[in-house]
């Protein structure tokens, strides 16, 4: 290769210009994004960077209403059945509490951790991280949360958790009166935010805010 | 020569973590930490043909299992039914569901064995430095990472109907050992494709199609 190594490599301001594929390894120079739009690798079409459209605000207040929508599809019941009379209901925690009663705890475990704990883990930390983010500084415990995020990645479940529901429901329609109760409205809420988070590239907080001083 | 320097020709590496472009030298690889972010830097996933095969097939062990023993046993009045995830699916096609079925039918079956068959394609292709359909192949993986995590719905439907369905002699559903094992094959898949590193689909010989 005669490209020779651009002098960014020492330089730290010159290194926010170049972009690595992390799927192919090519490097970018960067582009000033407007809103909405995301950079593509030439080579192998991965996202580089997206630009959200949502202001810092705009975030923190859907991540508080994901906080809130979260609570109640946690606590409140999903779905009731009814048989000769008899009802029975279900609320997340029934779920993973009978999977642990019933020679299931490897499924427990999996429930209790990508419906509950890994879900309310990240909202909290993104909470945290845009309260301050709202005027460019960085939280406290910036560069762990940070890593903590990206390592959750995908181990957050609840919207193939309410595909789950919806086919339970479909089911048990078979053979019970089926009633959707309040926590599955809930869910289709979250699974409605979790989409609208899907689509923010949170790497670039560490681009938009900056250390403080001490 | 090609039009787009790639990192590893330039001295340079990306943190997988936070994205921040570093300068290092061949010495450096897996003792590096990113300066921003902390976490370490490697060139390309430690061992990740081997890790990632050594998941893929502990996942496969699992899957058998998982298809063979049954997931899901419903008793009603003494009546006792044992469901695999085969015939889950065509309980919900016969019933009247068929969209569902198929959706279930995609999350059960087709995406773990697609995730299966992706990896053990992008392994070898990749092992072999084959320039053959690159940025495919490139996309099969980010479609893998993409779906991967859809194939619990299965063990989320049986944690749910176990949960409600407690009417007692009427009508009683119970999990059994299959639908642990397919849970154990989801997360070993999905592990299984975050140690495959793609990077490694781009590495052998350029080829005129670049
Ligand atoms: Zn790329
Ligand atoms: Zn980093």
């Keep these: 290769m005669d490209l020779s190594p651009p002098d960014a490599t020492t330089d730290a301001t010159a290194a926010q210009s170049l972009l690595i594929c992390e799927h192919c390894d090519t490097v970018h120079r960067r582009c000033p994004l407007a ?4 950079a593509e690798c030439a080579r192998c079409g991965a996202v580089l960077e997206r630009c959200r459209g949502l202001g810092a605000n705009t975030l ?6 994901a906080l809130l929508v979260f609570a109640q599809a946690t606590l409140w019941p999903i779905v009731t059945l009814g048989l000769n009379g008899q009802h029975v209901d279900a609320t ?3 779920v993973i509490h009978t999977m642990w009663t019933d020679h299931s705890q490897v499924v427990a475990v999996l429930a209790a951790l990508t419906l509950f704990v890994f879900p309310l883990c990240k909202i909290f930390m993104l909470g945290w991280l845009l309260l301050y983010a709202r005027s460019g500084r960085r939280a406290p415990g910036f560069r762990l949360l940070m890593v903590t995020l990206h390592r959750l990645g995908p181990w957050t479940m609840s919207e193939v958790f309410v595909l789950g529901a919806l086919v339970s429901i479909v089911k048990a329609h078979l053979y019970f009166d089926v009633q959707p ?7 289709a809420a979250l699974m409605l935010l979790i989409t609208i988070f899907a689509g923010v590239d949170l790497t670039r907080l560490w681009d938009e805010t900056r250390e403080e001083s001490p | 020569m090609s039009a787009w320097p790639r990192a590893a020709e330039l001295g340079l590496i990306g943190c997988h973590v936070c994205g921040q472009v ?3 030298t061949d010495a450096d690889d897996g003792t590096l930490a990113c300066p921003r972010c902390g976490s370490t830097l490697h060139r390309r996933k430690p061992a990740a043909y081997a890790r990632c095969w050594a998941l893929l097939i502990a996942a496969f ?4 299992p998982a298809n063979i023993l049954p997931i899901m046993r419903t008793a009603s009045l003494g009546d006792i039914d044992d469901n695999t995830i085969l015939s889950g699916v065509v309980e919900l096609w016969v019933k009247g569901s068929p969209g569902l079925a198929v959706i279930v039918f995609c999350a059960s079956i087709v995406v773990p064995m697609l995730k299966f068959l992706a990896l053990g ?3 070898i292709s990749s092992r072999r430095g084959s320039s053959w359909a690159r940025r495919q192949r490139t996309q099969l993986y980010r479609l893998v990472e993409l779906i991967g995590y859809w194939s619990m719905l299965d063990v989320f439907v049986v944690a749910l109907l176990t949960a409600l369905v407690r009417f007692g002699y009427f009508s009683l559903v119970e999990p059994l050992p299959g639908v642990v ?13 975050m140690c495959f590193d793609p990077r490694l689909i781009w590495d052998g010989k350029e080829d005129s199609d670049d």
């Design chain 1, 35 to 38: 809103k909405g739009e995301l």
């Design chain 1, 60 to 65: 923190l207040a859907l991540i508080l209403t």
């Design chain 1, 92 to 94: 997340l925690w029934d």
């Design chain 1, 181 to 187: 109760d309040p926590g599955i409205y809930a869910y």
């Design chain 2, 22 to 24: 570093c300068g290092m």
């Design chain 2, 61 to 64: 062990l699992m899957y058998i």
């Design chain 2, 121 to 123: 394609t992008l392994l």
């Design chain 2, 181 to 193: 094992f397919f849970g154990l094959t989801v997360v070993l898949t999905m592990f299984a494709s």
